[in-house]
């Protein structure tokens, strides 16, 4: 009878490793399809060079017309002050862009995550080829917006009082 019960046992200690092991490749399947999905496509690197990224990290997405195409992967100096980022996108979004696309770095929501906004460019324009360059341009922050604001309230303050001074 003892042995029967440390079979027993064995079993349904087999059985558990087995359920479990099964439970979590189901898990994790359903968890990252979406993400492997993305591994296998095609991807082809283009470049775009901005004055300041802003806080822009590897990894921040690169949207097109709203969509999301990419991620960016890397980014490095260049000489006088710049910044080149490889953009890393699907290859099948590389040929609605063109040479004179812009690449700008916006702001997602309120917590500042940055990622990049890739304008179509001019129709007439030639084709972006992979390994090409695009312009790079930076939109101005909210804090910058503030800023801004706030010394035009400063000016518009000071005009006030030089103005009352004359009217007196």
């Known amino acids: 009878m ?3 019960k440390r079979q027993m046992r064995v079993s349904q200690f087999k059985v558990g490793i087995l359920f479990t092991l099964a439970f979590s490749i189901l898990f994790l399947t ?9 591994l296998l496509k095609p991807k082809a690197n283009i470049y775009a060079v901005f004055k300041d990224v802003k806080g822009l990290r590897q990894g921040a997405p690169v949207w097109f017309s709203g969509i999301e195409i990419g991620s960016v992967r890397e ?5 006088e002050n710049r910044i080149k980022v490889m953009m890393s996108i699907d290859r099948d979004a590389l040929k609605y ?6 690449a700008s770095i916006l702001t997602l929501g309120l917590l500042g ?4 906004e890739i304008s179509p460019g001019s129709r007439g324009a030639e084709q972006l080829k992979e390994t090409d360059v695009i ?3 930076t939109q101005s922050g909210f804090q910058e917006v503030v800023g801004k604001s706030q010394e035009s309230l400063i000016k ?5 009082g030089k ?3 004359i009217i007196e």
């Open 2 to 4: 003892s042995s029967y």
């Open 30 to 38: 359903i968890i990252f399809a979406g993400s492997i999905g993305d």
């Open 75 to 79: 980014m490095r100096f260049l000489p």
């Open 97 to 102: 862009l063109k040479r004179d696309s812009k």
């Open 113 to 116: 995550d940055k990622y990049i």
């Open 135 to 137: 312009e790079g341009t």
């Open 156 to 160: 518009i303050t000071e005009f006030i």
């Open 163 to 165: 103005l009352e001074q």
